[in-house]
């Protein structure tokens, strides 16, 4: 197997979690974080949607983080964004950051909305 380098170009990966936090770009930040390649931004929580609405036109997918457990997200969330137009794909937050990490490196336009671990 041959290993690849991953580069981010401009863009700033998630470097690491844990209890409480999540440390993006070498800076850490407490509780649940709206991530995208243009940085860090604050959410209130699964009930906070207007965060990921705003994401409308810059990214085409949201990973929902679900914190250390996968869980299944509101059917009224989940329709709220796909019918904007943002599609929205919920796994653990472990999962979800590394899932965001490989695809921003990609170039792709991702974001991630993380709950803590």
């Known amino acids: 197997m041959q290993m690849h380098e991953i580069s981010f170009s ?8 844990g209890p409480g936090f999540f440390r993006v770009g070498g800076t850490v930040f407490q509780g ?3 991530v995208t390649e243009t940085g860090v931004r604050s959410w209130g929580g699964l ?7 705003d994401l409308l036109g810059e990214v085409d997918v949201i990973f929902l983080g679900t914190g250390t457990e996968i869980a299944h997200i509101s059917a009224t969330l989940r329709s709220t964004l796909e019918e904007a137009g943002i599609g929205v794909e919920t796994m653990n937050s472990p999962a979800a950051c590394r899932t965001f990490n490989v695809l921003l490196s990609e170039g792709r336009r991702v974001a991630v909305a993380l709950l803590p671990v």
């Open 47 to 53: 009930d906070d949607t207007q965060p990921l609405l």
């Open 10 to 17: 401009h863009a700033t990966p998630i470097d690491g979690y």
């Open 32 to 34: 649940p974080i709206c």
